[in-house]
């Protein structure tokens, strides 16, 4: 596929009205997030002179996060995103600068640190799951929705890069407290920026669109309002088997690269290349970029829990095959082809999820995808830590990749039959003339 045809299929959707700001404004909240972690690390080390302390608090700001997400989603979903996220992102700025303020000052307690990161983790704003149902209202064609959420998927990739370079440059000239209190201002800073935006502010009370005939988001107004009651008098989530196969391949995912991380240290450092680490890092975040931009550029023909499955299936293979590597460039190779796997991956388990539910509901759908992601990427680096010490690490890669592999056997369920109120599937027989839409 030539790049011509590339640039106008996501120039598309920046053109939709309100795209870019309201999108702009979600990216600015959430590279807080890419910042936080080396923040996070650096600040408590430096307060408590240890790496125990540092990861244990910074382990508990992110179980507190990731599984009190559906909770934060469901308010969104509940009040709307105008209502509830100033509260939320307010209350989250505070708690974040006071542990700025607190890792600013040698000997703090960790209790008291630990209190204050799991405090700040409960009230972490869901800008990501928010702005990915914005996109569903933004652009209802479910085909050109499929090159925004690849786009938000890339975009969110190079978050993840960005993120701790800044951190790098502010502690050159500033203490690791300033990089966490910069992540405070931040996610202030994106989140109101985001419930201000257009397509928040045109929200009724019960979060949905209630914009004027004519708007760029009243295109499905009218049937959102129609199914409105409907959707609040039977359960608000309902775990069908797209959205099952969405949260177990997403879960399958983060278990997957979770662990891949330390098994890259442990690889380069067998290699005597400590020093790759980075470059392997940097092949992977690469390779999701380019497949992420070529996946949403695509009228797949397919189903979207096919080809999920196969994109699963195809990271962990590949993951797999990395660690047959005999040389560091080589598994840097491997691991930049497995990166092209994972923005299209990660893509389609959030379409699903928006196909799944219904409009009182697609925030906290997308939560529990994301939640999948984190809880597995979690527990999978806790596993490997013990796993690498007593087998051989070739061993740990095909290990460490079977869980996306088996998650591709959740298309073999039911078909997918989208809820009342979601987002209509993709039409296969038209594939060809109209677009799809990604993360």
């Not at 960005?162 to 966490?180: T, Y």
């Not at 419930?195 to 669109?209: D, K, L, Q, T």
């Not at 759908?365 to 806790?382: H, P, Y």
């Amino acid at each position: 596929m030539s790049s011509s045809s590339l640039a106008p299929s996501y120039a598309a959707v920046l053109r939709t009205r309100h795209a870019c700001r309201t999108s702009g404004a979600a990216l600015l909240g959430r590279l807080s997030y890419g910042m936080l972690s080396l923040a996070g690390v650096l600040a408590v080390k430096k307060a408590t002179n240890s790496y125990a302390a540092a990861g244990t608090v910074m382990a508990l700001f992110w179980l507190t996060s990731v599984f009190l997400s559906p909770t934060r989603a469901a308010l969104i979903d509940r009040h709307g995103a105008r209502h509830a996220l100033p509260p939320m992102a307010t209350a989250y700025a505070m708690l974040l600068a006071a542990l700025a303020s607190t890792t600013s000052r040698r000997g703090t307690s960790v209790v008291l640190l630990s209190v204050i990161a799991m405090a700040a983790g409960a009230t972490t704003p869901p800008l990501g799951p928010v702005m990915r149902t914005l996109w569903s209202r933004l652009v209802p064609d479910p085909r050109l929705r499929q090159r925004a959420y690849s786009l938000d998927a890339v975009a969110e990739e190079l978050l993840l890069v960005i993120g701790p370079l800044l951190v790098g440059l502010l502690i050159r000239v500033a203490v690791p407290s300033v990089a966490l209190a910069t992540c405070a201002a931040l996610v202030l800073v994106g989140s109101l920026a985001l419930a201000s935006s257009p397509p928040v502010r045109g929200e009724n009370r019960f979060g949905r669109p209630s914009a004027p005939a004519g708007d760029a988001i009243s295109s499905s107004a009218t049937s959102v309002s129609s199914s409105e009651t409907s959707a609040r008098r039977r359960p608000p989530l309902q775990l069908d088997p797209g959205l099952r196969q969405a949260i177990a391949v997403s879960s399958g995912m983060g278990m997957c690269l979770g662990a891949l991380d330390l098994l890259l240290v442990a690889f380069f450092d067998e290699h005597h290349r400590p020093g790759a680490v980075a470059w392997a890092l940097a092949a992977l975040s690469a390779g999701s970029a380019i497949g992420g931009l070529a996946y949403g550029a695509v009228p797949w023909r397919s189903s979207s829990r096919l080809r999920l499955s196969l994109l699963a299936a195809a990271l962990g293979l590949t993951l797999a095959a990395s660690g047959l590597s005999p040389h560091p460039y080589v598994l840097i190779a491997w691991v930049g082809v497995g990166g092209l796997f994972i923005a299209p991956s990660i893509s389609t388990a959030y379409l699903i999820a928006d196909e799944s539910a219904s409009p009182a509901a697609r925030t906290r759908a997308g939560a529990w995808v994301n939640t999948a992601f984190n809880a597995g990427s979690a527990g999978a680096a806790a596993a490997t830590g013990w796993l690498v010490d007593r087998i051989p690490l070739s061993l740990c890669f095909a290990l460490a990749a079977a869980p996306a592999v088996l998650s591709a056997a959740t298309v073999l369920g039911r078909p997918h039959r989208p809820v009342a109120g979601a987002s209509p599937p993709e039409d296969e027989g038209s594939a060809g003339t109209s677009r799809r839409a990604g993360r």
